[in-house]
């Protein structure tokens, strides 16, 4: 993002500059502890854009979404799938009005996230890594 | 509540079919006015909201696992808000990767037919006209969607197959055998898509039929067929680039449409836009062009083995049939869209439009509220 230097000339550049910066949350990919699936941040990235609807070992995928009012949700927008969450919310809207997929569901925190991914093998979500507990795993997508 | 009952559902679910009816919808409010009393649009020099506003519902129902039933009611301002089916189709999930949908559904004729009638997905305030604004975007009949991937790449194609029927205030036309193939090659930044159309078409239109009929009374069948629109071959070509880096973008489209043996000239049109992405803020740039301003047949009326006098009648009647249809026009637009939520946009447009038939520039604004739900 080195442009983003030569856009902060503009107010609402700035604006928009300094809010992401206040939110900037460290966030992790979590799974069920039993999910042996092969992930990288491609993988996810293709998860959460309703890409691939099945893990490496072949299994179902649940995406889980949080609400886009949530800092874990901006930061991991930005930095995984590589668009601000405006630009996403675009992205489904060709997509689920012409019947080609469905957003992840969305969920208001952290905890929702883990409570569901501790319970559902299937399911995968994120959460800023303050929150991780021991009933779920870590995705590193390094 | 609603959060419990989300969990209580998503744990609960372990991939077994739900019967799930989703309902999604759009709105688009469009408003716009020219500088001058010339029409662009629609639009004159009073405000109006009805030329291109529109809202719609949609709902899905799964039927079971692989199959799914979808219909989309769409109301748009130029009906006067009569609401119409725009989508009634279904969709067989075959594998992974390739689908068949069955119905009425949306011709992949452009880079953004899916999502034409969804302001929210692009930035303008509505898709470049010159490009965009053909007289039908649904077939009725059949569509394969196919998509794959291999490496950083994902090749997206589409067939439809089938027949349009248009029946509006300006045109009344068929086309049978309609096929539509387009190719879609993506990358993480960049994307290339292609498509090849092809239709046989009939247009119904008495008048035309009238005015050509001269020249079969003349005993010039050949000259008559040439310019009857009567079940003639229509093929469809375009094209389609685009760059995307994030905080900038350029594309643009370009597509050719030929009815060879009709009175119906060719007609060439593209478009290429260019914006930002500034936070919340996309500022964008647009040129549009079409031109369709080519006589076709005059030679052959030149060749006629008949007097000058009737050569000249003849070539008056051949040339007025094709003028009707001409028309040469470019448009530069400023735009600014600006991202309230995650599912309202607004947008304001400026556009210069320069009509080449009678050198003409009119100036239209037009300022837009995308909501999707």
Redesign the interface.
Same mark, same amino acid.
């Given at each position: 993002?080195n442009? !983003?230097k030569f856009?902060k000339t #503009?107010i $609402?550049?700035a #604006?928009?500059?300094s809010?992401s910066f206040l939110s900037i949350a460290e966030v992790v990919v979590v799974v069920h502890p039993s999910n042996d699936a092969a992930l990288d941040a491609k993988i996810v990235q293709r998860i959460f854009l309703g !890409?691939e609807? !099945?893990f490496s070992n072949g299994k179902?995928v #649940?995406p889980?979404n949080q609400v886009?009012s949530s800092a874990a949700r901006d930061s991991f927008d930005t930095n995984t799938l $590589?668009?601000?969450?405006?630009?996403?919310? +675009?992205y489904w809207? !060709?997509l689920?009005?012409?019947?080609?997929g469905?957003p992840p569901?969305e #969920?208001?925190n952290d905890a +929702?996230v883990l +409570?569901?991914v501790a319970? *559902?093998p *299937? +399911?995968i979500g994120y959460v800023d890594s303050a929150s991780v507990s021991g009933a779920v795993k870590v995705i590193s997508l390094n | 509540m609603k959060k419990l009952l989300t969990i209580a559902a998503l744990t609960a679910s372990t991939f077994t079919a739900q019967a799930e009816v989703r309902i999604n919808g759009f709105a688009n409010l469009i408003g716009g006015i020219t500088s001058s009393d010339d029409t662009v649009y629609g639009y004159e020099d009073k405000i109006s909201f009805s030329e291109e506003s529109s809202f719609a519902i949609q709902i899905t129902g799964d039927i079971n696992e692989k199959m799914t039933a979808t219909g989309q009611i769409l109301a748009r301002g130029e009906d006067d808000y009569e609401a119409k089916v725009a989508w009634a189709y279904m969709t067989y999930q075959a594998t992974d990767k390739l689908s068949i949908s069955a119905g009425r559904l949306r011709l992949p004729l452009f880079k953004y037919s899916a999502s034409l009638d969804v302001g929210y997905s692009y930035h303008w305030v509505n898709a470049p006209r010159a490009v965009y604004d053909v007289e039908f975007n649904n077939i009725d009949g059949v569509r394969f969607d196919y998509s794959t991937y291999a490496g950083d790449w994902e090749y997206n194609t589409q067939l439809a197959l089938g027949k349009i029927t248009v029946d509006n205030d300006n045109v009344k036309f068929v086309a049978n055998n309609t096929a539509v193939f387009s190719v879609e090659a993506v990358n993480d930044w960049f994307k290339a898509r292609a498509v090849y159309g092809t239709s046989k078409v009939t247009l119904d239109s008495a008048a035309i039929t009238e005015a050509i009929s001269v020249l079969n009374d003349l005993g010039l069948t050949e000259l008559y067929n040439n310019l009857a629109y009567e079940n003639d071959t229509s093929p469809f070509l375009g094209l389609g680039l685009e760059v995307d880096k994030y905080d900038w973008f350029v594309s643009g489209e370009i597509t050719i449409l030929e009815t060879e043996k009709s009175f119906n000239p060719k007609s060439d049109a593209y478009y290429v836009t260019a914006g930002l992405r500034l936070g919340k803020f996309t500022p964008s740039v647009t040129y549009e062009n079409f031109d369709s301003k080519e006589y076709k047949f005059l030679d052959q009326v030149n060749a006629l083995p008949l007097p000058d006098a009737n050569k000249a009648g003849i070539e008056g009647l051949v040339r007025g049939l094709q003028e009707g249809s001409f028309n040469k026009h470019n448009v530069i637009t400023l735009g600014l869209r600006y991202d309230f939520d995650t599912n309202v946009a607004f947008k304001t447009d400026l556009s210069r439009y320069d009509n080449k038939l009678n050198d003409a520039e009119t100036t239209l604004l037009r300022v837009a509220v995308n909501y999707i739900f």
């Open positions: 993002m442009t !983003k856009s #503009l $609402g550049a #604006l928009a500059y809010i !890409k609807k !099945k179902e #649940l889980i886009p $590589g668009r601000s969450s405006t630009q996403i919310a +675009a809207s !060709k689920v009005f012409t019947g080609k469905i569901k #969920l208001d +929702a +409570a569901i319970d *559902n *299937n +399911a | -």
